[in-house]
């Protein structure tokens, strides 16, 4: 790496900042949205392996 964040690594950044965000702000809707970028993050950490 050259010194510079890829895209890849603001993007995941900024949805986790925003995940945090919500969870404190709306317990109920947060942790939906935990699990859901959970999901997502396993689906993508296992399709990326093949």
Known sequence: MNGQMEQRTVLLALVGCGTIYVAFEHPAFGTAL??????????HLLMRQR
């Not at 935990?34 to 689906?43: A, P």
Request: glycine share 20%; hydrophobic share 60%.
């Open 34 to 43: 935990s699990v859901g970028v959970g999901v997502v993050t396993l689906v």
